[in-house]
Each structure stands twice: as C-alpha cells, then as structure tokens.
C-alpha cells in the first residue's frame, strides 16, 4: 500500500476516530484506484501527479464495470477525504476532484418492515425459552424499538443500561454518545434475558449481548440472526439489521413524533439524513389514498 494511503488511514483512524467499518471501506476504495492507476501508469502510482482526467476514466471504467452510481459515488466521496488530506498535509498544490462530479443516482426510498409483519414476528411463537432464542428475541426487540445500529447494539455494556431510569446510552459513529429512552415491554425482556444469562454463561466482560461462550456477540451474528427472523414475515429482498432501523424512524413518524426527535433518537448529525424517512411514510399516505373510491 502506498505510504500516503496509510498516513490518511492512520488518521482517519486515530485522530478522526472513524469506525474499523469505515475505515476499512476507503481502504477498499483507495486500493482499488491505486491498482487502476497502476494498470494505467506503469505501474506508478503518485497522488502528487494524478489528474481529473485520471479520475473521471476511472469513474467510466468502474460504471462500465457494472458498478452501480451510488457505490461509485461512496467510492468518489473516499478519494475526495484522502486528497482533502494530502492538500492539508501540504503534499499537493492543487486538488483534481475540485471540479469532479460523480454519476446521478436514482434516490430509492428506505426498505422497512410493516407494523403488522413485527407484531406478527414479535408476539408470535417463533421463540422458546432457551438462552440462544431469548436472546435472538432481544436482538429484534431492541433493534426495532430503540433504531440503534447494529454496532451500536453489540457496544452496550451492563453499565450502559439504566432500569431504573429506562434508558441505555449508545455509542455511535465517531464515539458520539447519546441516551435512547425505552418502555417498560422492553424493560422486561431485558432484564428477563439478564438473568437468564447470569445463571446460564459465564460473562466474561462487561458485554450486554453475549454469545454461548460469554463473549461479546458481533455484528455477524446479528446480521444472521436478523435476516433469518425477517425471513418468517416478510418479502423484503433486503432483510438486514438496517432495516429495522429504517422500519423504527417510519413507525415514529408515522406515529406523530417530531422529525427532530426521531433525529436524535437515531443518532444522525443532519435533519436532511432524517427527512428521507417522510418521503417513506408519504408513499404509504398515497397508498391509503388511492383506496377511496374518487381517486380510482
């Protein structure tokens, strides 16, 4: 790897404090224009003499390559951070991605599970009462009535949840900590799931969601675990632990709380990362309409 990208790495790691997830994203990104660089440069790659032309080929190359606009654009949006980097670092004059545009996208709506189809898997049957199915249980019931992200999920703490209080303090994307209020439904099957698992495992940290072994669940597992529950309810092509994150911001708005708020429920710096959920509850808002009897 080329000894820039590892300087930006270091510090998007270190002094940014940016997640392994993402962190490992732009490593991706940079690697992969590194090498087309080098296919098309002899195999030299020098950021101090690469060239808009450079990146707009490479972006035709990836879009002929069948990459979708929207990846391109993430992949754009980690090239842009790592020359913002080598400008502040005084190792380019001039930087090439000032005047490059990356490809339109076409802005889908999120996925989101129906009310009904959670109620359905939630209060169903599908869990007994041994350790792994109380659990799984918890995973969805958390996911869905707090909107934390899955890494958020398997960071929580015992010392992070306080029953008496009914809150849990998640930390999120760059360290940023904030307190998510829970109802007493949920109070319950956490603490129910707590004591299960102090007579059943062997904790060895502090974790809150524990594997069979005590160690701390990872994403994977949710991931999984997620997408199989899904997968009983709903014909969602995308199942995963983000969509219950998109279905928590629909059911609140949709439910009469205040864009702000869902805001800061979820974590995101911009009311414009919020605002796409409106466009959400607004399609179902034209679904009911297009029931009354005028508007066929």
């Not at 998007?12 to 296919?39: A, C």
């Amino acid at each position: 790897m080329n000894m820039l990208i590892d300087s930006f790495l270091k510090y998007m790691r270190y002094e940014r404090n940016y997640s392994d997830y993402t962190v490992s994203s732009y490593t991706k990104d940079l690697e992969q224009f590194e090498l087309y660089v080098k296919e098309n440069q002899e195999g030299i790659f020098d950021p101090r003499n690469i060239d808009g032309d450079m990146v707009r080929n490479w972006i035709v190359h990836l879009l002929n390559n069948r990459i979708a606009p929207a990846s391109v654009n993430r992949k754009l949006s980690s090239l842009k951070s790592f020359f913002k980097f080598l400008m502040k670092q005084g190792e380019i004059s001039a930087n090439p991605l000032r005047l490059i545009n990356g490809p339109k996208a076409r802005k889908s709506l999120p996925y989101f599970v129906r009310e009904s189809e959670m109620d359905l898997l939630l209060d169903g049957d599908s869990f007994d009462d041994t350790f792994t199915s109380v659990r799984n249980h918890l995973i969805l019931e958390m996911l869905y009535v707090t909107g934390v992200r899955r890494s958020e999920l398997v960071g929580i703490t015992d010392g992070d949840i306080d029953f008496e209080a009914s809150v849990i303090k998640v930390t999120g994307k760059r360290n940023k900590q904030r307190l998510i209020p829970f109802a007493e439904n949920l109070r319950d099957l956490m603490l129910a799931y707590k004591e299960l698992r102090n007579r059943k495992v062997l904790v060895k940290e502090d974790w809150f969601l524990v594997r069979e072994n005590g160690e701390q669940l990872s994403v994977g597992i949710v991931y999984h675990t997620v997408k199989k529950c899904l997968s009983d309810v709903s014909t969602l092509s995308k199942r995963s632990p983000h969509v219950l994150r998109h279905s928590f911001a629909t059911s609140m708005l949709n439910n009469g709380a205040e864009l702000n708020a869902v805001k800061e429920l979820l974590g995101h710096s911009s009311l414009a990362s919020t605002s796409v959920y409106t466009h959400t509850t607004f399609e179902e808002l034209k679904k009911v309409y297009h029931a009354h009897p005028r508007a066929k």
